[in-house]
């Protein structure tokens, strides 16, 4: 009587091979989803591989056939903010809140920091976003060095005033001399159309009391 033969055994390596093209593949996914996300939001092409790994064929192959990438110059430094009037540094300080809560607070990777981070800043403009995707992109950078981006070169700082966290330079010793933005924001709002027009549908205190 023959002996009965045992079921072949998959090699070991064979097994491994398996699981690493299945989680290569679901990685792949994940990077292919994020991308669209960022190119939804106006990202460029350079920026979308930066953030993913994505290489720039396959990117310009899957998304920019009918969207081109937006024009301009990369952003290799945090200058423009400095620049910026104060109701753009105040909504460029709600974005960094955000962003540093989720990155920090409740771990979320860099890169689904940034994207949940920027729809849900999103979500409280009540007109068009004066923080494009591509200078959200670049104050997540300059906050925590992240993606090649060198030392931070921003930082939130507590105003002693209102409380609330706005951006600074980092290693700023002398930013609550002049008070926040939030309270430029607030001993200006009656006299100054521009930033009444700006926050017509919202409540400048409470977004101030929101970001402390």
Same mark, same amino acid.
């Given at each position: 009587?023959?002996?009965?033969?045992?079921?072949?055994?998959?090699? *070991?390596?064979?097994?491994?091979?398996?699981?690493?093209?299945?989680?290569? =593949?679901?990685?792949?996914? %994940? !990077?292919?989803? &994020? #991308?669209?996300?960022?190119?939804?939001?106006?990202?460029?092409?350079?920026?979308?591989?930066?953030?993913?790994?994505?290489?720039?064929?396959?990117?310009?192959?899957?998304?920019?056939?009918?969207?081109?990438?937006?024009?301009?110059?990369?952003?290799?430094?945090?200058?423009?903010?400095?620049?910026?009037?104060?109701?753009?540094?105040?909504?460029?300080?709600?974005?960094?809140?955000?962003?540093?809560?989720?990155?920090?607070?409740?771990?979320?990777?860099?890169?689904?920091?940034?994207?949940? *981070?920027?729809?849900?800043?999103?979500?409280?403009?009540?007109?068009?976003? =004066?923080?494009?995707?591509? %200078? !959200?992109?670049? &104050? #997540?950078?300059?906050?925590?060095?992240?993606?090649?981006?060198?030392?931070?070169?921003?930082?939130?700082?507590?105003?002693?005033?209102?409380?609330?966290?706005?951006?600074?330079?980092?290693?700023?010793?002398?930013?609550?001399?002049?008070?926040?933005?939030?309270?430029?924001?607030?001993?200006?709002?009656?006299?100054?159309?521009?930033?009444?027009?700006?926050?017509?549908?919202?409540?400048?205190?409470?977004?101030?009391?929101?970001?402390?």
């Amino acid at each position: 009587m023959a002996t009965p033969r045992c079921p072949r055994q998959r090699p *070991a390596r064979s097994r491994r091979s398996a699981i690493m093209g299945s989680l290569y =593949a679901e990685t792949h996914i %994940r !990077a292919l989803q &994020l #991308a669209k996300q960022c190119v939804d939001m106006g990202a460029r092409i350079r920026t979308v591989s930066r953030i993913t790994g994505l290489e720039l064929p396959m990117l310009r192959s899957m998304f920019y056939q009918d969207t081109s990438s937006a024009p301009g110059r990369w952003l290799e430094s945090s200058d423009w903010y400095h620049r910026s009037s104060v109701v753009d540094r105040a909504e460029a300080s709600i974005f960094a809140v955000i962003f540093d809560t989720l990155l920090v607070e409740h771990g979320y990777r860099p890169s689904e920091a940034l994207v949940g *981070a920027y729809r849900l800043y999103q979500e409280r403009c009540a007109l068009a976003p =004066a923080i494009p995707f591509e %200078r !959200a992109f670049n &104050l #997540a950078c300059e906050m925590h060095g992240i993606w090649d981006s060198g030392p931070p070169q921003l930082a939130l700082h507590n105003c002693r005033r209102c409380h609330s966290r706005y951006l600074v330079a980092a290693g700023d010793q002398t930013a609550d001399l002049g008070g926040c933005v939030f309270c430029k924001l607030l001993k200006r709002y009656h006299r100054d159309p521009h930033i009444q027009a700006h926050f017509v549908a919202q409540n400048v205190v409470a977004i101030a009391s929101n970001v402390g």
